[in-house]
Nanobody
Framework: QVQLVESGGGLVQAGDSLKLSCGVSGRTMSGLVMGWFCQAPGKEREFVAAISWSGGSTDYADSVKGRFTISRDNAKNTVYLQMNSLKPEDTAVYYC????????????????????WGQGTQLTVST
């Protein structure tokens, strides 16, 4: 049973930085495409960032490009999301996801591509 557990969310001020972590258990993270999605109240879940199993390919939502960085440490079975210059509109529950499908910019941005999901961690950015 693959399990994903996010951590690192919290309440921050606009302009602050925060780093989310997602630990994977139940199998090695190697070979898994990892992604981060977010869902704000009353909105659908949205793509934030994705990273190939090697870390060599990444994609970002336009709204976070230049501010967020996704990375992974396969030895630690952990994926990260470094978030800088946070804005109130970044407020959402952030979910970590894993996909057994090979990486592709056309589909690794789509939530239905992912097989496994974490429970989410809340990020609140105040003005």
């Amino acid at each position: 049973q693959v399990q994903l557990v996010e951590s690192g969310g919290g309440l921050v001020q606009a302009g602050d930085s925060l780093k989310l972590s997602c630990g994977v258990s139940g199998r090695t993270m190697s070979g898994l495409v990892m992604g981060w999605f977010c869902q704000a109240p009353g909105k659908e879940r949205e793509f934030v960032a994705a990273i190939s199993w090697s870390g060599g390919s990444t994609d970002y939502a336009d709204s976070v490009k230049g501010r967020f960085t996704i990375s992974r440490d396969n030895a630690k079975n952990t994926v990260y999301l470094q978030m800088n210059s946070l804005k109130p509109e970044d407020t959402a529950v952030y979910y970590c996801a894993a996909s057994t499908r090979s990486y592709g910019s056309r589909w690794s941005l789509i939530a239905d591509t992912y097989n496994y999901w974490g429970q989410g961690t809340q990020l609140t950015v105040s003005t």
